[in-house]
C-alpha cells in the first residue's frame, strides 16, 4: 500500500515535470516561430524591391535560362527610375562557361543610337552561373562597382543570377550606399 502511494506520487510528479517541460518547450517553440516570422516580415519589408516586366522575366528564362552558362544580358528601363521595362539578349557577348564578359562595344553603340534616344537606359545586367552558385562571383563585384562608379544617377545596380539547370532567377542588386554588400531584392513584377 505504502509503495503504491509512493509509485503515484512520483508518477505524478513525472506527469507535473514532464507536462511543464512540453509546455515550456511549446511555448519557446511559439516564440521561437513569432521571432521568425517577425524577423522574415522585417527582412522582406527590408529587401530593396525592383519592378520588372512580366515580358522581361519571360525574355529572360527564355535566352539566358535556356542557354548553357554563362550567358547575359543588359536590363534596360526609363531614364531616373529603377523600373526594368527591357531587357537586351547579349549574343555576342563572350561566354566561355566559367565567366561572361557583356559586348561592351555593342551594347555602347545600341546605348548611344537606340536605348538612350528612346529615353531608357541601364537598369543593370542579368548572367547565369554553372551549377547552383547563384551568388555573385568577386569577379561580378568588381564589375558592378566599376559600372556603379562611372554611372553615378544609379541608386542600385540590379544584377540577378540565372541559374539554367534549375531555369530559376535569383533578385540580386547592389546598392550605393552599400557597394560592397549584395542583397537579395523582391520581385515586383508587373
Ligand atoms: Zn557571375
New binding site residues.
Given amino acids: 500500500m505504502k509503495i503504491s502511494v509512493k509509485t503515484k506520487i512520483l508518477q505524478k510528479c513525472c506527469r507535473i515535470k514532464s507536462k511543464s517541460i512540453i509546455s515550456h518547450v511549446s511555448q519557446n517553440r511559439v516564440k521561437g516561430l513569432q521571432k521568425l516570422y517577425a524577423t522574415k516580415e522585417r527582412s522582406l519589408a527590408d529587401m530593396p524591391v525592383v519592378k520588372i516586366s512580366r515580358n522581361v522575366c519571360k525574355e529572360i528564362l527564355h535566352t539566358v535560362g535556356s542557354q548553357p552558362p ?1 550567358s547575359g544580358g543588359i536590363l534596360l528601363g526609363p531614364v531616373g527610375s529603377n523600373d526594368v521595362t527591357g531587357f537586351f539578349f547579349d549574343n555576342c557577348g563572350s561566354c566561355t562557361g566559367i565567366s ?1 564578359s557583356p559586348d561592351c562595344t555593342t551594347l555602347k553603340q545600341k546605348m548611344k543610337v537606340e536605348w538612350l534616344p528612346a529615353g531608357v537606359d541601364m537598369k543593370g545586367f542579368v ?1 547565369s ?1 554553372p551549377g547552383r552558385l547563384d551568388g ?2 568577386v ?2 563585384m568588381i564589375y558592378i562597382n566599376r559600372l556603379l562608379d562611372i554611372n553615378d544617377d544609379m541608386p542600385m545596380f540590379i544584377a540577378p ?1 540565372v541559374i539554367p539547370q534549375e531555369f530559376r532567377m535569383r533578385p540580386i542588386v547592389v546598392l550605393r550606399d552599400k557597394p560592397r554588400m549584395p542583397r537579395e531584392a523582391r520581385l515586383d513584377v508587373f
Wanted: hydrophobic share 20%; net charge negative.
Fill in positions: 554563362e561572361y548572367h552561373h555573385l562571383s569577379g561580378d543570377i
